[in-house]
């Protein structure tokens, strides 16, 4: 196994309460909600019209510019509108809405045979894939770096760090041939010579299973379970010992990330021409009754899934949208799964956390000690809070993954990374 | 056009919204307050078995001096009590530690009282003060009542029949060669039963019983209590004194481990622990050495302490990705 990397927690995991749920097909709902941003950069255009019928495939909304998405109808049926829609973060979202209906009808790409490099990436394009890992990256970006930065490795991440979460260990055990298919697709794409599938030591099995089946040019890598494993930064520093420079991104060491779903995604569209419509997501936590990973369509609102599901207990607190340390909280129900939807995390009220308003620091020096970019979070929060712009870009603010770390381990419950992120945006404005 | 009507939630139920992250770590300031309570228990235990009421009154007055400074003064700024996070209670016990037993209620009183008040409610309470709250008490109540504060240790071992004041000052006059004695006797006293000093120095070893209690519970870090004890123990030895008896007399191994390890006053980083050890070992060696005072832990600590905020710009860590300096 290898060295983990420096700092980090290890939160409590309870991949327990779901890791052992196979995948299950959930039953489409009769409507879908499509945010035209569910994405990092600009937002897609529609192309349709309220009372098109559509098709389930269909490019519905085109993406705009190279840092965009494609999105594609999971359903076949009519646009009813295109409106604001309540989203997860709470704001209203232009979204397409569809209504679903029976039909066999399905949209697909030509299948692709020995593509070469730059058809892959085309595909990923047109098949409107991003990172299903949370961060929703358009995939065609990361896999076109800029050419003075050759990617020689291609790293899969298989770490899932964030606690419940256990979509991409069921896809590991479940879909390994076709993470082994994407993952020879993308080293294809980018021209590397190296494809590592990288795995925390919590699901050795899952490890075992796709060495079992991998050809000889994908390694499998195991590492210490750690938080926040998965960051790319991390996961390239505790895989290969290379430090992503400050401000720099995985290609300037020449190095890929892909998420284990992404990769499948990936898979799909090139092989069977299959566009990003549907994804697989955990539904766990103590206070959710039935904790499942099912594969729902895009667009499914959350409310559907957890009614489908047998709903929550009584004693449910909080619902997020994504795991417990970097997910959305959520205030209504009635929100969308998109692209970038790992997971719906249910939690009752011994389990939430009660961050304090007082914001008393006692030095215990525990933030500085996990915070994983080597940051001072005690100091970056209080200078947040009093709005010290260039005290704190001194102290590279941005710098600052916002991984909750600090937030995690500080006994006087200062939630440090929300101070910090105050303090980015204090620091952004002040400088603009 | 169909108006579209907003889904009606099904969920009929009040969900909390806050900001990630969403669940934290068990431990709270409390807990680690009243954890190191508890690893000065055997301390406080053995104390109470050694000087009876002497030892409960000097620990009652102290710690309700102190709390009672942590509660007038938030009443009269209007402020929330923090009496329940355990830290003006912490301080209370470590400051009475610092006196010897049978020293007149009302010092500690005051000591605990100053302590509080002037140590930490003057610079704004838990997290703001510069010094070791503790250690400005005790510096308050010598320099105010010193014929109180220091004992007359050396009448009282009785194992030679020379006159003297505190094991330190013992030292002195054996190096001066004022007196003749064998120091080595004295180890065996420091360690297990010492009821002379301070009540914080009444056993070495209960001093180690706690500092073994604080790693265990991941409360301090030991890096501060070993360089700070070796840079003594190393610097007296090639001075051609005794290290064992300069080690394990006085009030450095409590300091150590229980003064130079306060998170608010001592840098943060491992670096800069490092840095606060040795500076006040350095600082320690030369005042028992050169100069004329009882109270080379207390002032090397507090020294040390106005130096924490400097050590920690100088000790920053190194941002990840940042080019190696």
């Known amino acids: 196994m290898r060295k983990a990397f420096k700092g980090g927690i290890h939160p409590p995991e309870y991949k327990e309460i779901s890791k052992d749920c196979q995948i299950t097909v959930l039953e489409a709902p009769e409507r879908v909600v499509l945010p035209l941003s569910q994405h990092v950069g600009n937002p897609a255009k529609p192309i349709v019209n309220p009372k098109d019928k559509v098709v389930k495939g269909q490019l519905v909304a085109e993406a705009q510019g190279f840092v965009s998405a494609n999105i594609h109808s999971p359903v076949s049926g009519t646009v009813i509108a295109i409106t604001k829609h309540p989203s997860a973060s709470g704001i209203r979202v232009e979204s397409l809405i569809i209504e679903r209906e029976e039909s066999d009808e399905e949209f697909r790409y030509e299948p692709l045979e020995n593509p070469e490099p730059r058809s892959i990436v085309e595909r990923v394009f047109q098949a409107g894939i991003v990172g299903l890992g949370g961060a929703a990256f358009p995939t065609h970006v990361k896999l076109s770096p800029p050419e003075e930065y050759p990617v020689d490795t291609v790293i899969i991440n298989g770490a899932e760090c964030e606690p419940y979460l256990t979509v991409d260990y069921r896809l590991m055990i479940e879909n390994t041939d076709e993470i082994i298919a994407g993952a020879l697709l993308v080293k294809e794409a980018v021209g590397a010579r190296r494809v590592i599938i990288a795995i925390e030591s919590n699901k050795e099995d899952a490890a075992k299973k796709i060495a079992s089946i991998s050809p000889s040019e994908i390694e499998v890598v195991l590492l210490p379970t750690k938080y926040p494993q998965g960051s790319e930064k991390h996961l390239i520093k505790a895989v290969l010992g290379r430090e992503v420079p400050q401000q720099g991104l995985p290609f300037h060491v020449g190095v890929l990330v892909q998420n284990i779903q992404t990769v499948i995604a990936v898979k799909r569209a090139v092989q069977e021409g299959i566009p990003l419509y549907e994804r697989v997501i955990t539904v766990s936590g103590q206070a959710v009754n039935n904790p499942s990973n099912i594969k729902v369509p895009v667009g499914t609102l959350v409310s559907y899934i957890i009614d489908i599901l047998g709903g929550l207990k009584e004693d449910a607190k909080k619902v997020i949208l994504g795991g417990p340390m970097t997910g959305i909280a959520l205030g209504r129900l009635d929100v969308p799964v998109t692209k970038g939807t790992s997971g719906i995390v249910a939690l009752s009220s011994d389990i939430v956390s009660r961050y304090d308003e007082s914001d008393t620091c006692i030095r215990c020096g525990r933030c500085v000690e996990v915070c994983p970019m080597f940051l001072q979070p005690y100091l970056l929060g209080t200078l947040g809070r009093l709005g010290r712009a260039d005290a704190l870009i001194e102290n590279n603010v941005y710098d600052c993954i916002e991984c909750g770390s600090c937030s995690f381990i500080c006994p006087s419950k200062r939630n440090l990374v929300q101070l910090i992120r105050v303090g980015k945006s204090i620091a952004r404005e002040v400088k603009k | 056009m169909a108006e579209l009507k907003e889904e009606v939630q099904t969920e009929k139920r009040k969900l909390l919204v806050t900001a990630p992250p969403h669940i934290s770590h068990p431990d709270t300031t409390q807990k680690i307050m009243f954890t190191v309570v508890l690893s000065l228990l055997p301390i406080v235990v053995y104390d109470i078995y050694l000087f009876k009421i002497y030892?409960?009154?000097?620990?009652?007055?102290?710690?309700?001096?102190?709390?009672?400074?942590?509660?007038?003064?938030?009443?009269?700024?209007?402020?929330?009590?923090?009496?329940?996070?355990?830290?003006?209670?912490?301080?209370?016990?470590?400051?009475?530690?610092?006196?010897?037993?049978?020293?007149?209620?009302?010092?500690?009183?005051?000591?605990?009282?100053?302590?509080?008040?002037?140590?930490?409610?003057?610079?704004?309470?838990?997290?703001?003060?510069?010094?070791?709250?503790?250690?400005?008490?005790?510096?308050?109540?010598?320099?105010?009542?010193?014929?109180?504060?220091?004992?007359?240790?050396?009448?009282?071992?009785?194992?030679?029949?020379?006159?003297?004041?505190?094991?330190?000052?013992?030292?002195?006059?054996?190096?001066?060669?004022?007196?003749?004695?064998?120091?080595?006797?004295?180890?065996?006293?420091?360690?297990?039963?010492?009821?002379?000093?301070?009540?914080?120095?009444?056993?070495?070893?209960?001093?180690?019983?706690?500092?073994?209690?604080?790693?265990?519970?991941?409360?301090?870090?030991?890096?501060?209590?070993?360089?700070?004890?070796?840079?003594?123990?190393?610097?007296?030895?090639?001075?051609?004194?005794?290290?064992?008896?300069?080690?394990?007399?006085?009030?450095?191994?409590?300091?150590?481990?229980?003064?130079?390890?306060?998170?608010?006053t001592t840098p943060i980083t491992r670096k800069g622990k490092v840095l606060f050890g040795f500076g006040a070992g350095v600082m320690t060696f030369l005042l028992r050495i050169y100069a004329n005072t009882p109270e080379a832990v207390a002032y090397s600590i507090l020294f040390m302490n106005a130096l924490t905020p400097l050590i920690d710009i100088y000790t920053k860590p190194r941002v990840f990705g940042a080019k190696k300096r």
Do not use: C
């Open chain 2, 55 to 264: 030892a409960i009154i000097t620990l009652f007055f102290s710690v309700f001096g102190a709390v009672f400074a942590e509660a007038l003064i938030q009443q009269i700024r209007r402020m929330p009590s923090t009496i329940s996070d355990g830290s003006a209670f912490l301080t209370g016990v470590l400051f009475a530690l610092t006196l010897p037993p049978k020293v007149p209620w009302w010092i500690s009183f005051i000591g605990g009282f100053v302590a509080i008040a002037i140590g930490k409610q003057a610079f704004g309470g838990l997290g703001y003060n510069v010094f070791n709250p503790a250690l400005v008490g005790r510096i308050f109540v010598l320099l105010s009542w010193p014929k109180h504060l220091t004992s007359d240790w050396y009448d009282k071992v009785k194992l030679d029949a020379v006159t003297g004041a505190t094991p330190m000052f013992v030292a002195k006059q054996f190096y001066l060669g004022s007196i003749k004695i064998d120091l080595s006797k004295f180890y065996e006293v420091h360690f297990f039963k010492n009821p002379y000093g301070s009540m914080g120095e009444a056993s070495a070893l209960l001093i180690l019983v706690g500092f073994f209690i604080l790693l265990l519970k991941r409360i301090i870090d030991y890096s501060t209590p070993l360089t700070y004890v070796a840079t003594v123990g190393v610097l007296t030895a090639l001075a051609g004194r005794d290290p064992i008896f300069y080690v394990l007399g006085g009030g450095l191994l409590f300091g150590a481990v229980f003064m130079a390890t306060d998170y608010v």
